[in-house]
Structure formats: structure tokens, C-alpha cells
């Protein structure tokens, strides 16, 4: 497939999800009711210009929702979903889960991150009852990047900046097509900004991974390199007039693009860079922006929950970091990228793991050391296997059944709200079953 073409069918994907009616099928007027300038919270990017129509109570059509928001979306009508629980029946569930906790502290709450700012704010509270502690998904590479960040400087920028301004893109070791779907047509690529008027045409678009990705096609200059090359890539990009001992075709193609731009982001998955890596960028970044002829920003483009800006904003206030407290058994006499999650495994007693609903990627996957521990599982409609010593709470889908604030990728907040008939579904929301249990447990 050509670029041109790659491009096209990408912006059409965007505009109407798979399994929408084509535009012919059904006319506006045969819609019962109709949202406009809706915020999905399928991902980071909050993209807010989601339209919703339903007829007899479903949603059979909608416009710019990409295939994350699809999915979340046809989820909350699934068959196999678990029907709302009676007051009754989950009180006996918030009950059998608190007694669970009791018998196994501390407790692990994982997964915030999925909610809005309220429940990320009970959670921290709920741990603290169960004397335990709550992470993200992306617990180990936060700590990594915000580390670096104070060790060698801030470098970031609002996304709408990006978009205004941005004249050279990286993606190091991240693929917004596979995370974050409508990112390029938004911020990074596609989208025309005050400054970069004709979008992608103004821009030069870089990304480095270890084997093919879907972004690759979009891509001036691609780099397929082992982690272990990222720095020699960064020093020769940093010091194009020789440095870092690397030799690649698009080297030279991509230090010119870098010379010629006064505005470089970089977009990269802390999970997936080695600490001298990051170290790396910082200072180039540092060195960019203080000598003032160019600014970089460096954001991180996690793959984690939709609120993970959130988590880490809540996490800052009440712990002074923004990965949430470490255990004090888990973290003594250690440096903070030694702890792994079998550190906390082996201090953990049980786990409040809180679903987004969707299939979990495969980085959103229990370790061993954690999956045999006792859980309390939060899902909002996921029908999960029934396991030994497991309690499940089905809620309501945060963004669509219920409202709540939520943080863009580049930390902006965002009052979500849901659709309007999906309120009163009966389901509880995040925060009111962490608030039980919390109240159950003192």
C-alpha cells in the first residue's frame, strides 16, 4: 500500500467505527436522540469531538470514535455482561470482598488509573485502611521517566502546543496506531496548527522501534534498532557533526530535519527504554532548551489506563511522587528502579485489581507473584472467570454510565460526562464500591 493510500484509509477508519451503518443505511432523522462534542475516555488523548445516536436506547451510530472508543462502547450493550446488582446483593458482595482484604493485608489497589479523579482519590484512602498501597498498570515505567524528569530537568509542553507548533515528531519505541488511535490526526501529524498550517506537510515525522510497526509507512525516516542502540542514536542526533558511533541510511536525513526545526517532540514508552536512554534524551532535551535556539518536549505516551495523567497528579499531592507510595518493607535499603513487581509481590497479601473492561494489552497482565494472590476484581462489564478466593463488583463504565474528571495526556483536566439514558443503568459507580469497602474495612 502507498503512503497516500495509507494515509486515506487511516483519516477514513477515524470517521466511522466498523461496525457503524454506512451513511446511506439510516438518514439523522430516523435517530431517536443525538450527543454532540462528547469526550471519549477510551485513551490519554480525551478526544472530545465524539458524536453519539441512538435509537430505542442504543447506539447505532457515531462519528470520529476509532476503534478504542468502539469497543468500550459496544462492551456496555455485550450479552455476556453482568446484569446491575440488586442494593441487597451488593451489599453482601462489598462485604464478602472487605472480608477478604481483612485476611490478606496489605493490600495492592491496581489500576486507578481506569477511573476518574474521585476514585483515584478513594483508592489512595482504601489503601491506606488495608495498609497498602495504589499503582497503575504502568507503575515501573512512570518511575522511571518522572525520576529522569527531576534529575535532569522538565521538557514538556501542552499537546495543543505540539499541534501548533511541532516541525520535527518522534515517536521513540511508541506506536499511536496501536495505543492511541487518533493521536496523529490530532496532535502530532495530521492535524494543522497556528504554525504548521498545511499539517503534515509541515512536518517531519521520525520513529524508532525494534521491528516493524503500523506507523512505519507515515514515517520520513524509520529506525529498527535494539534498545541497547538508543543512546549511540540520541548522541549522533544530538552531535550530528559526529558522535554515538552509529551508522543508519535515515541518520543523516533525520539530523537535518532536527537542525531545521525550532520545535522538536518527542513522544516515548518509558516501559520500553533503558534508564540510559531516558538519561539521554533529558540531556539533549536540557541542552536544546537552554541554549534557547530550539525547543524539545518530552512526553511520555504511556500505554495504561485513560486517567493515568490523573493517577499521577493525585499520586504527586498525596505521596510526593507521582507512582504512588512504596511500600516500606519493598522499598528499604533499595534505589527506586530496583523495585519490581516481584518486590511487591512478595509484600503484597491481596489484590483490588480495577478493570477498564476492555481486553487487557498484554503489559496489563497480573504477574505470577500477584495473580496467586487473593483479589477483588472491579470491573465494568467484563464477565471474569471465577477463580479461588476472587470477588467480582460489576460498576458502571466511567465516561459512559457515569461522570467524572479526567486528565489529558498532557495533564489538561476534563469534566467526562456520560450519555444521559445510561445513568440510572443501576450500576455502581468506581468510587461508591471503593468507598464501601473502605467503609467496610475500618
Known amino acids: 500500500m502507498s503512503i497516500n493510500k495509507f494515509i486515506k484509509a487511516s483519516i477514513q477508519e477515524e470517521d466511522q467505527e466498523p461496525s457503524a451503518p454506512s451513511p446511506q443505511a439510516e438518514s439523522f432523522s430516523d435517530f431517536d436522540r443525538a450527543y454532540h462534542s462528547m469526550l471519549c475516555a477510551g485513551c490519554s488523548c480525551l478526544c472530545d469531538d465524539i458524536s453519539y445516536y441512538m435509537k430505542e436506547g442504543h447506539v447505532t451510530r457515531t462519528l470520529n470514535l476509532c476503534e478504542v472508543g468502539w469497543k468500550r462502547l459496544c462492551a456496555v450493550s455485550a450479552e455476556d455482561r453482568v446484569p446491575p446488582p440488586s442494593p441487597s446483593l451488593l451489599s453482601d458482595t ?110 517531519n515525522l521520525a520513529a524508532v522501534a525494534s521491528h516493524e510497526t503500523v506507523i512505519e509507512p507515515l514515517c520520513q525516516q524509520f529506525f529498527q534498532l535494539s534498545t541497547d542502540q538508543d543512546s549511540a542514536l540520541i548522541e549522533a542526533l544530538a552531535h550530528p557533526g559526529g558522535g554515538g558511533g552509529l551508522d543508519h541510511r535515515d541518520l543523516p536525513a533525520l539530523a537535518r530535519a532536527l537542525q531545521g526545526s525550532s520545535y522538536v517532540a518527542l513522544f516515548v514508552d518509558p516501559e520500553k527504554v533503558t534508564y540510559e536512554a531516558l538519561d539521554a534524551m533529558f540531556r539533549w532535551s536540557a541542552k536544546l532548551n537552554t541554549e534557547g535556539r530550539k525547543r524539545m518536549v518530552i512526553l511520555p505516551l504511556w500505554d495504561a489506563g485513560p486517567n493515568i495523567e490523573g493517577f499521577c497528579r493525585v499520586s504527586l499531592e498525596k505521596n510526593a511522587t507521582p507512582w504512588g507510595g512504596p511500600f516500606a518493607k519493598a522499598s528499604a535499603g533499595t534505589q527506586p528502579e530496583d523495585t519490581s513487581w516481584e518486590d511487591l509481590a512478595g509484600t503484597v497479601g491481596s489484590v483490588i485489581l480495577i478493570s477498564s473492561g476492555v481486553d487487557a494489552s498484554p503489559g496489563n497482565v497480573l504477574p505470577k507473584g500477584l495473580s496467586e494472590k487473593p483479589r477483588v476484581v472491579i470491573d465494568p462489564f467484563k464477565r471474569t472467570p471465577a477463580l479461588k478466593d476472587q470477588v467480582v463488583i460489576p460498576t458502571a463504565l466511567p465516561g459512559l454510565e457515569s461522570d467524572g474528571i479526567f486528565f489529558r495526556a498532557d495533564g489538561l483536566p476534563f469534566d467526562v460526562h456520560g450519555i444521559e439514558v445510561w445513568r440510572n443503568h443501576g450500576y455502581p459507580t468506581v468510587r461508591d464500591v471503593l468507598a464501601d469497602l473502605m467503609s467496610e474495612g475500618r
Open 94 to 203: 462489598v462485604n464478602q470482598a472487605a472480608r477478604l482484604l481483612q485476611a490478606h493485608p496489605p493490600v495492592l489497589v491496581l489500576g486507578a488509573d481506569n477511573a476518574d479523579e474521585a476514585a483515584i482519590r478513594t483508592s489512595f484512602e482504601l489503601a491506606g485502611t488495608f495498609r497498602g498501597i495504589s499503582l497503575p498498570w504502568a507503575y515501573p515505567g512512570i518511575r522511571r521517566f518522572y525520576e529522569r524528569a527531576k534529575r535532569f530537568g522538565w521538557a514538556t509542553g501542552l499537546l495543543d502546543e505540539v499541534r501548533d507548533r511541532a516541525e520535527s515528531v518522534i515517536f521513540w519505541r511508541a506506536d499511536p496506531l496501536v495505543t492511541h488511535h487518533r493521536h496523529l490526526s490530532r496532535y502530532s501529524l495530521f492535524a494543522r496548527g497556528r504554525l504548521t498550517e498545511r499539517g503534515n506537510l509541515d512536518r
